[in-house]
């Protein structure tokens, strides 16, 4: 039981000082922007959109299923020289997964099928990636940094595909997000069809906790996304 306290309150404390760590990280982004714009060699808006493959990573996920999804928003570019931009983005973003569940198997019945239930989990996120651009040459460069995530909403769509239990064969519940926090890291690739035009593939790994709040206890579950994006640059 004390080693059982002991780990969980040194979880707490890891989670506290990540929490801090990446709120730092984003004020001192946020400050450098603000503060060198100004001895930026270019500054150029641009809009992009494109897919999403999202999960769930960490305990308990066996089973789940990736999600396809969206994303569409805006970004500054930044570019201090010919090496090094930085790019400030502001998407919004449905992530998610989805899972399916076999009452013969929970219940110890029998193997099933697999097929009683399907359930989709969309998280709808405001997400605020902070990223370097490293160009490499005129076509290609590579994106990394911090990207902070605020949930807007939160749908679960359940599927009862035989009407089990009399259940209705299709159900909907939404809850607010309350703008809870996500954090973690991007990085990604992009490719220059021309002054206007690049497509970039990118993968976020989130790196708190989803279950945050507690209900989880020392469960764990982090979002994990790749995005393909269509990017155009104003002029």
Known sequence: MFNHLSV????TQGKKVLDQTFRSVCLVVVLSFFNSTSSAQETRFGLKAGMNYS????????GVNPRFSGHFGGFV?????????????LLYSSQGFQFNTDLAFIEGGGTGDGNDFKTAVQSNYL?????????????FSLQFGPQF????????????FEGVDGGAL????????DFELDYGVAAG???HLNEEWAVSGRIYQ???NRLNNGAGGDVQNFNTVFQVSLNYLFR
């Open 8 to 11: 969980t309150i040194a979880r």
């Open 55 to 62: 999960t769930i990573v960490g305990d308990l996920t066996e």
């Open 77 to 89: 570019s930044v570019r201090y020289s010919r090496k090094f931009a930085l790019r400030p983005e």
């Open 127 to 139: 997400t605020v990636p902070l990223l370097g651009d490293f160009s490499l040459n005129d076509r």
């Open 149 to 160: 995530g605020f949930l807007l909403n939160e749908v679960t769509k359940l599927k009862n």
């Open 170 to 177: 299709d159900e909907k519940r939404s809850v607010n997000g």
């Open 189 to 191: 690739v992009s490719y």
């Open 206 to 208: 989130g790196v708190r």
